[in-house]
Structure formats: structure tokens, C-alpha cells
């Protein structure tokens, strides 16, 4: 199962986060995801729900997903979102964005010193 080792990382990866920083709450993970990722994120965002359910640190903690648009690059100097055809030469362009899924921020809420 591929989205639940996704979601477990960003579960992983957030409760790090909050520790390291002394927080009290999770509030919110934001997390890019590559259209060329494989990935459903709605599927992502359930199962990141389930893991999290007993951890008193995410009660209130959202799982923010946005997709992003794949970009290529070929040999011939073309880049662009074409996946399958480079549109200049006909070869196979390289995927340099899209494959990614990134935390790109993570909202937390810390504790009055
Ligand atoms: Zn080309």
C-alpha cells in the first residue's frame, strides 16, 4: 500500500516537526504532491486521519494536499509539461517536477513560554 507509507511519513515527518519545536498542537500539514507521483491524495488524506486518531498532538490537525503539475525537460532544449513526447524532437522528455511528494509547511501551535 503506497498512500499508507506516504501518509505514515507525513505523519512521521509533522510529529518530528512538533516535538522538535515544543508544540502543543498540530494544525495544519501542507504537502505538494506530484500529479506524476501516483498518488491519490484523497486516499493519502484518509489514511493520514486514521493514523493520527490517537495521537492527543494531531486532534485537530488538517492534511492539506495540492497537486502539482508535472514539468519535463529533453535533451533538445525543450521544457515544458509534456510527459510522453517531446513536442520539438519526438523523444522522450526527462521528468524533473511532479514525481515529488513534498511537505512544504507544517502550522503548529506552540505553548506560552
Ligand atoms: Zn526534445
Redesign the pocket.
Known sequence: MHEYTIAYDLYATAKKAAIDNHAEKVKKINVDVGKMAMVNPDQVIFLFDTIKEDDPLFTTAVLECHEIDPVTA?????EGSEIYV??????L?QLVKGREIVVTNIEIEVEDA
Open positions: 529533453c535533451t533538445c532544449g525543450y517531446c513536442p520539438r524532437c519526438g523523444a522528455p
